[in-house]
Nanobody, 127 residues
Framework: QEQLVESGGGLVQAGGSLRLSCAAS????????MGWFRQAPGKEREFVAA????????FYGDSVKGRFTISRDNTNNTVYLQMNSLKPEDTAVYYC????????????????????WGQGTQVTVSS
């Protein structure tokens, strides 16, 4: 079982940067595919980025490609989301999520794929 705790959110001006962290408590973190999602008020939770457990292959939502970078540190059981060139439309609660490797296809952008979720961290980008 994994417990996920996000941190690093806050208030930043447009064009600025933030780095979010997601710390996992389980002993098998390295076998989890990890994702970041976000949810703005009144909107659906949307896919932001994902990273696989084995080769650290990365995937991004269209709205963040070229600005956000996902990475992982299996030694410290942590996944990161580096967010650059932030825009007001990036304002949302950001959630990390974990999917244990099962040998089946990893539908990284689908919310129901994931087994565990963090509590979220607020990111606010002012114009």
């Amino acid at each position: 079982q994994e417990q996920l705790v996000e941190s690093g959110g806050g208030l930043v001006q447009a064009g600025g940067s933030l780095r979010l962290s997601c710390a996992a408590s389980g002993r098998t973190f390295s076998r989890y595919n990890m994702g970041w999602f976000r949810q703005a008020p009144g909107k659906e939770r949307e896919f932001v980025a994902a990273i696989t457990w084995s080769t650290a292959r990365t995937f991004y939502g269209d709205s963040v490609k070229g600005r956000f970078t996902i990475s992982r540190d299996n030694t410290n059981n942590t996944v990161y989301l580096q967010m650059n060139s932030l825009k007001p439309e990036d304002t949302a609660v950001y959630y990390c999520a974990a999917k244990y490797y099962s040998g089946t296809y990893y539908y990284y952008s689908t919310k129901s794929t994931y087994d565990y979720w963090g509590q979220g961290t607020q990111v606010t980008v002012s114009s």
